[in-house]
């Protein structure tokens, strides 16, 4: 009778709440969209750039990365539960083997041994789905664990590729402030020879002096920001320095990424690449599931067992073998009383369906903020780059122009000192606006997922030869 109320059953799986939830996304974005983008396809973004360093650094921070690692530790995690959830769907079976020797008290019976050999099997009926439902949100975690892994991956990439760029920028301030306390220190030297023949005041000397070990200072400070960066892209790549060193000496490279990102017009399309979006989607379903599991824990529950071998009874030189099996007990558990644990369970599986709702809506709100942002400076950095050029054009050659004044002897020492404060602050904000640039660069590849395909989340864990 059991089993025929559990055929008559099979279809009645409890379902909770919808896996599938509105994300709230706008209709479209809010920033201009870039111009001149040519990839569609970020997953090898990196080797696109013409920098051969810049790749092979982003692969080795991803192989030495402890978030990877443990973002794959996860992945591993989530694909074994997945494993053993769905096994609680099968029947399982065990082998027995037992061997019993019985000595009797009177002398007319024999001794014995009994020796057997069984297959058991049990088997709980999924009436209610409680175990399907535990299978479909452990396959929603490891799902998401797989975007994870990518985002992982990302994550690492952008951060050593800002590093990356942040030293060329660096480089390329250091050389400024070189060059500057090298013409700074020249013409402390010119003055000093005027003072001496007493063509230039001793306040004129001390002002030339001062100018220069300022200079000084300012280049040994940047030589000491250059070298932190150096250390800093060591810890991410895991290279040995010097080797790291020598490749970085290499060549100089261009402090923007040399080719753009395309961003499809409807957010929607966009935010579908992002792997933490898919992850707190499927976080979403995995605790939809879980409402699903607790209300069928309030429902009964059916197993079956029974086992199927042989053995042998062997006594006075005699041995007897037969087979044996049983069917059965086909048991029903009712739950009639638990003080109120089983629904407590369904209202905190609940609880926790709604958080994860909020927490997914939450992240398409910070995605679409991310992207936007980057789109934001992209443009700004774009407009302020035209800006910062032509004001360094005109800062260059009014220095020049009160350079050569002063060593006519036709302009004062501060004149030129102020046209060199200026020219240098042009030169620094000119490449602040490139690295802030690649920044925004990088934060939009980050923003758009990096490559990640939810279509077919198995091809986020790529090779390690690949870079996302």
């Not at 050593?160 to 480089?171: G, L, V």
């Amino acid at each position: 009778m059991a089993l025929a109320v559990a055929l008559a059953l099979g279809g009645c799986a409890l379902s909770g709440p919808p896996p599938a939830v509105d994300a709230q996304a706008p209709v479209q974005w809010q920033a201009p969209l870039p111009h001149g983008g040519t990839v569609d396809q970020l997953s090898s973004w990196w080797r696109s750039q013409g920098d051969p360093l810049l790749a092979s650094l982003v692969e080795a921070a991803q192989a030495a990365s402890p978030t990877v690692a443990a973002a794959r530790s996860r992945l591993a995690q989530a694909r074994e539960a997945r494993v053993a959830t769905g096994a609680a769907l099968a029947p399982t079976v065990d082998a027995t083997l037992t061997s019993t020797r019985a000595s009797q008290q009177s002398a007319a019976l024999p001794s014995n041994t009994t020796s057997q050999g069984y297959l058991q099997v049990s088997w709980e009926l999924d009436i209610f789905g409680a175990n399907r439902a535990a299978r479909d949100a452990a396959q929603a975690r490891y799902e998401g664990a797989q975007a994870g892994w990518h985002d992982a991956r990302v994550s690492v990439a952008a951060d050593t590729a800002n590093t990356y760029y942040q030293f060329r920028a660096c480089e390329r301030l250091l050389d400024v402030a070189r060059q500057d306390a090298a013409s700074r220190a020249d013409t402390a030297r010119l003055t000093e020879l005027s003072a001496q023949a007493g063509f230039e005041a001793p306040a004129n000397l001390a002002l030339a002096r001062a100018s220069a070990a300022d200079a000084a200072n300012r280049e040994i400070a940047q030589r000491a920001q250059c070298e932190v960066d150096v250390k800093t892209l060591v810890a991410l790549s895991a290279i040995p320095e010097p080797e790291l060193r020598s490749r970085l000496a290499g060549g100089a490279a261009e402090l923007s990424p040399a080719r753009g990102i395309a961003i499809d017009s409807l957010p929607a399309q966009t935010l579908a690449q992002r792997p933490d979006v898919f992850n707190a989607e499927r976080e979403v379903a995995a605790a939809s599931f879980e409402v699903s599991g607790a209300r069928a824990q309030r429902y009964p529950r059916l197993s079956i067992a029974g086992s199927i071998g042989r053995g042998q009874i062997h006594a006075a030189g005699d041995s007897v073998t037969a087979g044996t099996w049983t069917i059965g007990p086909v048991q029903m558990t009712l739950p009639v009383f638990d003080a109120g644990r089983r629904r407590a369970s369904v209202e905190a599986a609940q609880e926790r369906y709604e958080a994860a709702v909020t927490t997914y809506r939450g992240s398409v709100r910070q995605a679409v903020s991310e992207v936007e942002q980057a789109l934001v400076n992209l443009q700004g950095t774009d407009l302020r780059a035209v800006q910062a050029q032509a004001a360094l054009d005109g800062y260059r050659a009014s220095f020049t122009a009160a350079e050569d004044l002063y060593r006519n002897g036709m302009g004062s020492l501060l004149q030129l000192e102020d046209a060199r404060r200026t020219r240098l602050a042009a030169e620094n904000a000119m490449i602040a606006v490139q690295r802030e640039r690649s920044a925004a660069w990088i934060a939009l590849y980050r923003a758009a997922g990096g490559g990640w395909n939810r279509d077919n989340p198995n091809t986020s864990v790529i090779s390690t030869a690949s870079n996302p």
